[in-house]
T-cell receptor, first 115, second 112 residues
Framework: EAGVVQSPRYKIIEKKQPVAFWCNPI?????LYWYLQNLGQGPELLIR????????DSQLPKDRFSAERLKGVDSTLKIQPAELGDSAVYLC?????????????FGPGTRLTVL | DQQVKQNSPSLSVQEGRISILNCDYT??????FLWYKKYPAEGPTFLIS?????DKNEDGRFTVFLNKSAKHLSLHIVPSQPGDSAVYFC???????????FGQGTRLTINP
């Protein structure tokens, strides 16, 4: 079974430029998460999708960040314009939605460097 | 407000000995706890979990202990092996909330 796929793995951009990250979750997983991981910190949730609906985006900085999961499968996270402080690893995770709690499976992440 | 804290950024243990990683939490609503392991350039992978109705869960070399009164959990690895060298994250959740809150991580190094 293929794991969570993310691309690109690395991205270097100049500040004020736009950038987009793509995630393909594990087949059959209805729940998709985007996390931000700063250096030396644990992952922090940005947004959670149940199928195509964003059910928790309270931590997403909506002035510059946006996300979509149009068909309830893969997802794109966008930053426009990027700032120096956005340099971090962006992780995507997915889980099934049966039961009270579901283990989250993470992709390898996209490391963003903003110059 | 850091709801899940791992106060040791790093830990060094000799191969074959026991590794003990600690985690504290402040939110008494948390009722499910997990440990994730992360190698460089990879995403975190699930290691072991424990529900608040238990105080211990064991899986091979890995055991997680939960002390609800102290709001503290620990991960024991015995015996430690070189492949255990990684960053370990503690995470907590409220059952049904589908949201994990992570600690800062502890970098474990196993020395030969």
């Amino acid at each position: 079974e293929a794991g969570v796929v993310q691309s690109p793995r690395y991205k270097i951009i100049e500040k004020k430029q736009p950038v987009a990250f793509w995630c393909n979750p594990i087949s059959g997983h209805n729940t998709l998460y985007w996390y931000l991981q700063n250096l030396g910190q644990g992952p922090e949730l940005l947004i959670r999708y149940e199928n195509e609906e964003a059910v928790d985006d309270s931590q997403l900085p909506k002035d510059r960040f946006s996300a979509e999961r149009l068909k309830g499968v893969d997802s794109t996270l966008k930053i426009q314009p990027a700032e120096l402080g956005d340099s971090a690893v962006y992780l995507c995770a997915s889980s099934s939605t049966s039961g009270f709690y579901n283990e989250q499976f993470f992709g390898p992440g996209t490391r963003l460097t903003v110059l | 407000d850091q709801q899940v804290k791992q106060n040791s950024p790093s830990l060094s243990v000799q191969e074959g000995r026991i590794s003990i990683l600690n985690c504290d939490y402040t939110n008494s609503m948390f009722d499910y706890f997990l440990w994730y392991k992360k190698y460089p350039a990879e995403g975190p992978t699930f290691l072991i979990s424990i529900s608040s109705i238990k105080d211990k869960n064991e899986d091979g070399r890995f055991t997680v202990f939960l002390n609800k009164s102290a709001k503290h959990l620990s991960l024991h690895i015995v015996p430690s092996q070189p492949g255990d060298s990684a960053v370990y994250f503690c995470a907590a959740s409220v059952r049904g909330a589908q949201k994990l809150v992570f600690g800062q991580g502890t970098r474990l190094t196993i020395n030969p």
